[in-house]
């Protein structure tokens, strides 16, 4: 609890605070202890939890721009509808080919 301090060491300790500050005041300072350190535990808590939902934040920023974009498939055309690349690279193949005039249509 206490780390290195052991029984004798902190009967000392205890011992030099009641002679220092009284037995009226003893109980006043021990509860102002006990509530400082709990406002201290309470706020590293805190902060602990708002630096990890920050480092998750970042993560998952860094996570969206490494998803590649989901390239078209060939096999993913809906029947019928026909592959814009491969349709002008046929028409210039086809004898019968009618060409098209500047203005696209």
């Known amino acids: 609890m206490f780390g290195s301090i052991g029984m004798p060491e902190l009967i000392i300790i205890l011992t030099i605070a009641l002679i220092i500050f009284g037995p009226r005041k003893l109980p006043e300072l021990g509860r102002s202890l006990g ?8 706020a ?27 390239s078209v498939d060939a096999s993913a055309r809906p029947t019928g509808s026909p592959d814009p ?3 002008q ?3 210039e193949d ?3 080919r009618i060409p098209r005039s500047p203005g696209g249509a």
């Open 44 to 70: 590293s808590n805190e902060l602990r939890n708002t630096l990890d939902e920050e480092i998750r934040i970042e993560e998952s920023r860094k996570e969206e721009p490494r998803q590649a974009p989901r």
């Open 35 to 42: 509530k400082s350190l709990g406002e201290f535990k309470r």
């Open 94 to 96: 086809d004898p019968n």
């Open 85 to 87: 690349v491969a349709s």
């Open 89 to 91: 690279d046929d028409d």
